[in-house]
């Protein structure tokens, strides 16, 4: 996963998914964290295009809010985040996105895409 392939605001998104999971201290990064981060972005790409099509970001806020407290938390504090193999094809897939269209760095738009 080569990071410095990735636009600012995605970037900025990776951060505040492993935020968002340390904070709820869950042992794994998945791509719930990432698209909870992604549809957040008050200036991002995401919430304008699912405003586009006519899809409610706070509903699906809620609905992903369901899904994450679902998943597994850390027995002690500071246990270490480990990176879902679900995450990882998300992030290959992303990836290809931007390959595929010829873009030479993974964007928001590619991670949605991916998912």
């Known amino acids: ?10 970037q900025e998104a990776i951060v505040a998914a492993q935020q968002l999971a340390e904070n709820r201290q869950h042992t794994q990064l998945e791509p719930e964290h990432l698209l909870h981060a992604l549809v957040d972005q008050a200036d ?10 006519g899809l409610d970001s706070r509903r699906l806020i809620q609905r992903l809010e369901v899904k994450l407290n679902g998943f597994a938390r850390a ?13 990882r094809r998300v992030f290959e897939a992303a990836q290809q996105e931007a390959e595929r269209l010829k873009d030479d760095y993974v964007s928001a738009e590619h991670f949605l895409l991916a998912m």
């Open 44 to 53: 991002g790409v995401v919430p304008a295009v699912l405003q586009r099509l």
């Open 75 to 87: 027995t002690t504090p500071g246990q270490q985040l480990y990176v879902s193999a679900r995450f």
């Open 1 to 10: 996963m080569n990071l410095n392939k990735l636009t600012e605001k995605a």
